[in-house]
């Protein structure tokens, strides 16, 4: 079966610089989640997308912004990178309110 | 604010035994709570999961037992294997808060063999 796609599994950024995490969720599904995981930390929800409109927010800061597009991939822009902005990345679907399935993360290493 | 929190950090089991990981949480209004496994530079996982209208339901090695009067949550595994090593969340949602999860403290499973 189809699982969330995350690009890139890796990441390693520089201070101040910028990055985009990608996100491809399971074909149907109709809403997008971004899960920030800090070291031996549990997911905390950033964001999510239903049908393609900010639906929720959470702990994301205005230095991060995030979007779903027609093909309902979305992409999650952070700005102005810092080092406690490095953690792992996750990007969950869902279909009616259902079981978020997750993908694989993107690992951010800001140096 | 309203949070999903674990008991115990971490669970140590031989194989072959059962399993019980718990789950507290504060929120009176959950009404849709679900286990996730997690292994090592992977994503959460779905297990299994449960609605406010159940106290109990299994799945293949796996049971969930919800108590709502003390809002709390388990998930048993039957006949724990080397594979089930991993950590484990609850995670809860509710109608106010969307479809939005929040995760509880995980729970480090070690399967001994």
């Known amino acids: 079966a189809a699982g969330v796609i995350q690009s890139p599994r890796h990441l390693i950024k520089e201070k101040r610089e910028t990055a985009t995490l990608k996100c491809y969720p399971i074909?149907?599904?109709?809403?997008v989640y971004w899960y920030q995981q800090g070291p031996g930390q549990d997911p905390q929800f950033l964001i999510s997308?239903?049908?393609?409109?900010?639906?929720d927010k959470g702990s994301i800061p205005d230095r991060f912004s995030a979007q779903q597009f027609s093909d309902y991939h979305s992409e999650l822009n952070m700005s102005s990178l810092e080092l406690g902005d490095s953690a792992l990345y996750f990007c969950?679907?869902?279909?009616?309110?259902?079981?978020?399935?997750f993908g694989n993360g993107t690992r951010l290493t800001v140096t | 604010g309203e949070s999903v929190g674990l008991h115990l950090p971490t669970l140590s089991v031989q194989e072959g035994d059962n399993s019980i990981i718990n789950c507290a949480y504060s929120?009176?209004?959950?009404?849709?709570f679900i286990w996730y496994k997690q292994e090592s530079g992977k994503g959460p996982q779905f297990i299994i999961d449960?609605?406010?209208?159940?106290d109990k339901r299994q799945g293949q090695r796996v049971t969930v037992l919800l108590n709502k009067t003390v809002k709390h949550l388990s998930l048993q595994i039957a006949a724990t294997q080397p594979g089930d090593s991993a950590v484990y969340f609850c995670?809860?949602?509710?109608?106010?808060?969307?479809?939005?999860?929040?995760f509880g403290e995980g729970t480090q499973l070690t399967v001994n063999p």
């Open positions: 969950a679907s869902s279909f009616w309110g259902r079981a978020l399935h």
């Open positions: 074909p149907r599904h109709d809403t």
């Open positions: 997308f239903y049908e393609k409109m900010q639906s």
């Open positions: 929120n009176s209004a959950s009404d849709y």
């Open positions: 449960i609605r406010s209208n159940m």
């Open positions: 995670a809860e949602t509710s109608e106010t808060s969307g479809s939005r999860l929040t």
